[in-house]
């Protein structure tokens, strides 16, 4: 059993950058792959990053490259997405996701354990 709450969303100028957050209660956390995926009204859920278990590979969506950045701490089970240069295709609610075996970065069905999201707002 393991919960998982975000925090860090906000509303955020253009160019801005915001960092979320997860925390997550679990005591095997350094076990799970991490990831973060996003959802804006009237589309699908799209992975954003996700972070190996050793932390030694990480996931992005080609639309974010080079502005956001994944990172984890497992000494204070916190995993986080440092997020530059936003813009308003940005917007949406972000969501922190856990998987413990099997995950594939960008498929959400293989992930085990859900945060109840964050909201991003991102103004032009």
């Known amino acids: 059993q393991v919960q998982l709450v975000e925090s860090g969303g906000g509303l955020v100028q253009a160019g801005g950058s915001l960092r979320l957050s997860c925390a997550a209660s679990g005591r095997t956390f350094s076990s799970y792959t991490m990831g973060w995926f996003r959802q804006a009204p009237g589309k699908e859920r799209e992975a954003v990053a996700a972070?190996?278990?050793?932390?030694?590979?990480?996931y992005y969506l080609d639309s974010v490259k080079g502005r956001f950045t994944i990172s984890r701490d497992n000494a204070k089970n916190t995993v986080y997405l440092q997020m530059n240069s936003l813009k308003p295709e940005d917007a949406a609610v972000y969501y922190c996701?856990?998987?413990?075996?099997?995950?594939?970065?960008?498929?959400?069905?293989?992930?085990?354990?859900w945060g109840q999201g964050t909201q991003v707002t991102v103004s032009s």
């Open positions: 996701a856990a998987g413990v075996g099997g995950t594939y970065y960008g498929w959400p069905s293989t992930y085990d354990y």
């Open positions: 972070a190996h278990r050793s932390g030694s590979t990480a």
